[in-house]
């Protein structure tokens, strides 16, 4: 049994479990640092695909997809094995690949309204055939109840309840794909930083949804005119 096998059993009772200290101190102030230099245009690596260069942007509320493939810190973060093995374990899976990262921020601001803009990420991979999808939730610093923190519904619950995931820096939250979630807004006094990282089964395939498609069918490649997510360009397996 390995460490995190202790997990399998809230995982799939709840559709989420909440790991904490995973990442050190100083590899969630690295990511952070990284994702500052990232808003200034500055990166250290690029990906083998084609995607618009970083650029300097100063927006209250940003969503930058691919992020891992610019940023040296963050591929380590999600790639290295350590992580695969995390999520590999609390969801009983032999081998997983790595889909689609977004990096997130967003500044407090105490007048927005309040939208939790509910969804489930299966409703945004309906082209992705695979036995399981997962997300790894990471937060670049800690996260109060004032934040507006990612918010859960589990999966046996009375649909009503609400697991604010109030994280400190270092922890992460891994959630199935039919959960139930959204984002209250920042009302906080900081900016709100995280990284979604999501994965997949190693059995992913493509399968059509009529004319539904997620950006990385643009990206991979193509084999005989159907997108290929064993791409290991964009969908690399990870464990």
Not at 99 to 117: G, N, R, S, T
Not at 137 to 149: A, D, K, N, R, V
Not at 173 to 183: E, S, Y
Request: net charge positive.
């Amino acid at each position: 049994m390995g460490h995190w096998a202790h997990l399998q059993e809230d995982y799939r009772e709840q559709g989420f479990v909440i790991v904490e200290r995973f990442f050190s101190p100083g590899e969630i102030q690295e990511a952070a640092d990284s994702q500052d230099r990232f808003y200034q245009g500055q990166y250290d690596r690029k990906p083998e695909f084609s995607w618009p260069l970083p650029r300097p942007c100063r927006s209250r509320t940003r969503k930058h997809p691919y992020a891992s493939f610019y940023l040296s810190s963050f591929d380590q973060m999600l790639r290295d094995g350590r992580l695969a093995t995390l999520i590999k374990e609390v969801c009983c899976l032999g081998s997983l690949r790595f889909w689609h990262d977004q990096l997130l921020y967003e500044e407090p601001c105490a007048h927005k309204a309040i939208d939790y803009h509910w969804h489930r990420e299966q409703s945004r991979w309906l082209t992705c055939k695979a036995t399981a999808m997962v997300t790894a939730w990471i937060p670049l610093t800690e996260f109060t109840q004032e934040m507006g923190p990612i918010t859960l519904i589990a999966s046996k619950s009375d649909h009503q309840k609400k697991y604010p995931m109030t994280l400190q820096s270092g922890d992460l939250v891994l959630f199935d794909q039919t959960l139930l979630h959204g984002n209250p807004p920042n009302r906080g006094t900081k900016v709100r930083r995280a990284i979604a990282a999501h994965y997949a089964s190693g059995d992913l395939t493509y399968r059509s949804c009529g004319r539904f498609s997620h950006v990385n069918e643009r990206i991979v490649r193509q084999k005989n005119h159907v997108p290929d997510f064993t791409d290991e360009r964009v969908c690399p397996k990870v464990g």
